[in-house]
């Protein structure tokens, strides 16, 4: 398969050159020539695999380059680090069910395919025969930062250095990063919101002067974050699992349609959703749930994507993000795949804080997706009445999930079965869950997890615990402009240390 930028579709690249150049050289995001197709009856063969053989066989779809062993020797060897199943399906009520894709070892959904994309960069590094060491800039909102550098550490030709916004993410999530073991990983904290260190990250890939930089060092810069094509194609995997899921427990018939409610920030999450779409996958509606900065859903309402609002820091940090890099990739199937139209959305933004689509595309949008929101006074309740009726422990992103769900449930006659995608434990969000739950909060960490554990029987690994006893490595702040030559400085010393 080939793959083409959205901001200019003319020249198609390999798999290879797509994964370990992260963005493509216009600025734009990799997507495929086309979509590859998966019929029901391979569908409805899936249900006797286990997930890491569903997830080499939408993975052989897209990087052609690689056989369909070598791409499940990756998976089994990715997911094997897991508890248990990667991507549960758990019902609830009805039809509603939850997909929970957070059982790796950073709890977080990002673990799905931020385990295989070292395996997978490394396989393709090979086939291409780049020698060059992969120098891996990641802007994180709390979950990618630590599972990136769970992935990538003690990776051979690879480095990776983390920008997380100072006092943006949980206090576990912090933990979970500044003590990341390993030589060729770094972590930083910027000045700012996300989209400050987004915004750094991606101005970092375009710095021509830093890249000659890198060169020199035998250096070149790729990405982990979703812009990467080679994060998106896990991602799809667990959509088709579901599905297999819900036919193997006889919940749906083939070719049945599936509602999917994912809570998401960068959109990357929910567009794989609709690559499955794309693909074959009989998916209803998509649902895309917001927190307080509900960007995406006042965008999925008006066809005006604005940045002309405050940022709000919650309890869902993950999704604290204004600026949702993913949307692109999605703008682009609705622009008629046209480069020029796409690239002129992507300037208006960036000039003046704002694009309009037009009703005219925003219909054709609103026939696969729905938005909504929830506050965070909102999705804390809905936190506590998903305990009380179900005994199930939800972390507050996907409460905002839950919440949005019940909305657009509510509203609308269908029967048609809903998947909330689940990203995060509970266990990275302790004292936001006890405040949920109208506990009095400790101020110590290690204290709120034993009363949530203590609470709701929720188990809590030995490895969170271990966090707090752990000595910080990294405790460097820096303005968002100085993100090149951290990077600079960071190639240096993966340099000494070859």
């Known amino acids: 398969m080939r793959f083409i ?58 990087f052609d380059e690689l056989s369909y062993d070598e791409l499940l020797s990756i998976t089994t060897r990715a997911y094997s680090t897991f508890d248990g199943d990667p991507a549960p399906l758990v019902k609830l009520d009805g039809g509603l069910y939850v997909l929970e894709l957070w059982h790796g070892k950073t709890h977080a959904f990002k673990d799905m395919a931020l385990s295989v994309l070292p395996l997978l960069m490394t396989a393709l590094k090979s086939k291409a025969g780049q020698k060059e060491t992969c120098l891996i800039p990641v802007a994180t909102s709390g979950d990618t930062g630590k599972a990136a550098l769970e992935g990538f550490s003690g990776v051979e030709g690879t480095g990776v250095i983390v920008f997380y916004p100072d006092g943006g993410v949980s206090r576990t999530q912090r933990r979970q990063m500044v003590t990341t073991l390993g030589d060729n990983v770094s972590v930083i904290a910027v000045r700012g919101n996300f989209d400050d260190a987004q915004t750094a990250v991606k101005r970092a890939f375009g710095d021509e002067k830093l890249k000659e930089e890198l060169k020199t060092l035998g250096c070149k810069m790729t990405g982990a974050n979703s812009i990467n094509l080679g994060r998106l194609a896990p991602q799809v995997a667990y959509y088709f699992s579901a599905y297999a899921d819900l036919l193997a427990a006889g919940q749906i018939k083939a070719g049945d349609e599936v509602d999917f409610c994912v809570p998401t920030g960068n959109f990357g999450n929910i567009l794989a959703g609709y690559y499955a779409y794309r693909m074959g996958l009989p998916v209803g509606t998509l649902i895309c749930a917001s927190n307080d900065n509900n960007v995406l859903s006042d965008f999925l309402a008006t066809g005006v994507y604005s940045l002309d609002r405050p940022f709000i ?36 933004l960036k000039d003046a804080g704002s694009y309009d689509i037009g009703a005219e595309r925003l219909a054709e949008i609103r026939k696969k ?36 769900c019940a909305s657009y449930r509510d509203g609308c006659v269908s029967d048609v079965p809903t998947v909330v995608v689940g990203t995060a434990s509970p266990v990275k969000f302790a004292p936001a869950v006890l405040a949920a739950l109208g506990e009095e909060v400790p101020d110590d960490d290690v204290k709120a997890l034993r009363k949530m554990e203590e609470l709701t029987a929720f188990p809590v690994p030995d490895s969170v615990y271990a966090l707090f006893g752990m000595k910080e490595r990294f405790n460097e702040t820096i303005d968002p402009s100085d993100v090149p030559s951290a990077v600079a400085k960071f190639a240096e010393k993966l340099g000494e240390r070859a």
């Open 369 to 404: 997706f729905r938005g909504g929101y929830a506050l965070q006074s909102d999705y804390a309740e809905t936190l506590a009445e998903l305990y009380d009726e179900y005994g199930y422990l939800a972390d507050p992103h996907t409460a905002v999930a839950f919440d949005v």
């Open 5 to 62: 930028s959205t901001r200019n579709p003319a020249d198609a690249v390999s798999g290879s050159t797509a994964v370990l150049s992260g963005l493509a050289p216009d600025g734009g995001l990799y997507v495929p020539e086309s979509f590859p197709p998966v019929s029901m009856k391979e569908i409805e063969d899936m249900t006797a695999l286990d997930y890491p053989e569903r997830s080499a066989r939408i993975m052989s779809l897209f």
């Open 313 to 348: 820091k919650t309890t869902s940090p993950s999704m604290d993000i204004l600026v949702s890099s993913n949307l692109e990739r999605l703008l682009f199937e609705f622009a008629g795949r046209d480069g020029a139209v796409v690239r002129g959305w992507m300037n208006e």
